[in-house]
């Protein structure tokens, strides 16, 4: 099967050795996901914010692979701050609401810059071309 990174052009991914989203098959997995730009920090304490920007950008990677938020099954959330659920969560029922992954929301003692409330990672899954139906690898 071919491999397909996806980048999104953070200085990070070169540093640390990793790609927004990667694609194999009809597979996609996206790397955790924050609410930055560049080195700025989008929706400074504003857990809601941050979720939309962050999904947004998940949203993009996935287009990019040939993929819309209504291929993903599987979201994480991890944010600094559980109490903030009900935000975070009012966000991702935004992009979600008909579409209803799985989903875990978990918090953590931190993220990368200490601005960060969420971070998200997501698995989005493409239906198999039709021209691929029925046939054996």
């Known amino acids: 099967m071919n491999r397909q990174n996806i980048s999104s052009g953070a200085v990070w991914e070169e540093q640390v050795g990793y790609s927004r989203a990667v694609r194999v098959g009809n597979t996609i997995e996206v790397s955790g996901t924050t609410a930055t730009d560049g080195e700025q920090v989008i929706g400074k304490g504003d857990p809601y914010a941050q979720t939309r920007y962050a999904l947004e950008k998940i949203a993009q990677a996935l287009a ?25 969560g009012r966000a991702h029922a935004e992009f979600f609401r008909d579409i209803k992954p799985a989903a875990t929301m978990v918090q953590v003692s931190a993220l990368i810059h200490p601005d960060l409330l969420v971070e998200i990672e997501a698995t989005a899954i493409l239906p198999p071309r039709p021209d691929l139906r029925g046939k054996q690898p």
């Open 64 to 88: 990019q692979a040939g993929a819309t938020m209504a291929d993903v099954v599987r979201t994480r959330i991890y944010t600094t701050d559980i109490s903030q659920w009900q935000e975070i």
